[in-house]
């Protein structure tokens, strides 16, 4: 069982960077999606990108959502127990609280994830 715990999120000025750290307790992602998902006050939570634990650190195989891509990037250290998501020119629709979560399946519908973090909450002004 993966217990997951969210970091890194805060107060940035629109334009500016954040990056979201995950770490994992008690296994490695090597064997699981990580994804990345975010939810704004009375909106649905919504997919941001995941990494697929099984592909080779150096270039892992990763999808994003198209309102992110290209500005966030998500990548693994070395031990696979933590992941990150680089946040770069963000935008004040990117405010949200941001969640990571593991699956065993490759896919961006939440309802596949069967451990979250408790969130960290991003909020970008304008």
């Known amino acids: 069982q993966v217990q997951l715990v969210e970091s890194g999120g805060g107060l940035v000025q629109a334009g500016g960077s954040l990056r979201l750290t995950c770490a994992a307790s008690g296994r490695t992602f090597r064997d699981y999606v990580v994804a990345w998902f975010r939810q704004a006050p009375g909106k649905e939570r919504e997919f941001v990108g995941r990494?697929?634990?099984?592909?080779?650190?150096?270039?892992?195989?990763?999808y994003y959502d198209t309102s992110v891509e290209g500005r966030f990037a998500i990548s693994t250290d070395f031990t696979k127990k933590t992941v990150y998501l680089q946040m770069r020119s963000l935008k004040p629709e990117d405010t949200a609280r941001y969640y990571c979560a593991v699956g065993n399946y490759n896919s961006e519908n939440a309802s596949m994830y069967k451990t979250w973090g408790q969130g960290t909450q991003v909020t970008v002004s304008s």
């Open positions: 990494l697929i634990g099984s592909t080779p650190l150096t270039n892992p195989l990763t």
